[in-house]
């Protein structure tokens, strides 16, 4: 851990905070967002659209035509699956063989932070090195670069101490 942490903090993390952290870190990179939003609700829409299709050519009689495009509606589909498996998989990784939720502890002062995985490890960033700070009203979310970041849920912190990590991110400590 780091000297003389001003903010110490032992929590879970459940897998709605997970996502909504996950969702709100990804808003802050340009990249990620419109990833996100094309898996999202690009690919959904097409998928609907594609599936109209099929069936509209199965009841014209176009069977044929209707077989041929049978696949794409349901890769369309897949697409927005694979994001949800996919927070499915990274959420499992964080946890401990046989525990409910994830174990982690955050300590921070005004030069540096550290956030620690019960039984893997744990890393330290500076402040000055980080790119962004974000919340909801489920998470607090510290960009350490794109597409990477720390989710603490905003259950854990006080909202004394979510001003002060914005104030420590900002280099205003």
């Known amino acids: 851990m780091i000297n003389d942490p001003e903010i110490v ?13 996950s969702k709100l870190g990804w808003r802050q990179s340009i990249f990620t967002l419109v990833f996100y939003v094309l898996a999202r609700y690009v690919a959904t829409a097409l998928a609907v659209l594609s599936s109209i299709l099929v069936i509209s050519s199965f009841s014209s009689g176009l069977h044929e035509a209707a077989w041929r495009l049978l ?28 525990s409910d939720a994830p174990q982690l502890s955050f300590a921070a ?19 000055s090195a980080t790119q962004g700070f974000a919340q909801n009203k489920k998470a607090v979310v510290i960009v350490t670069r794109k597409g990477a970041f720390i989710i603490i849920p905003r259950r854990a912190l006080t909202e004394t101490q979510v001003e002060r990590l914005q104030a420590m991110q900002k280099g205003t400590a």
């Open 9 to 21: 903090i032992d929590y879970t993390i459940t897998f709605p905070e997970f996502v909504s952290g």
């Open 71 to 98: 696949p794409v509606p349901l890769l369309l589909f897949s697409i927005p699956l694979i994001l949800t498996f996919n927070w499915r998989a990274a959420y499992r990784r964080l946890k401990m063989p046989g």
């Open 109 to 127: 002062n005004g030069q540096e932070f550290v956030r620690k995985i019960h039984g893997m490890g744990e890393l330290t960033w500076l402040w």
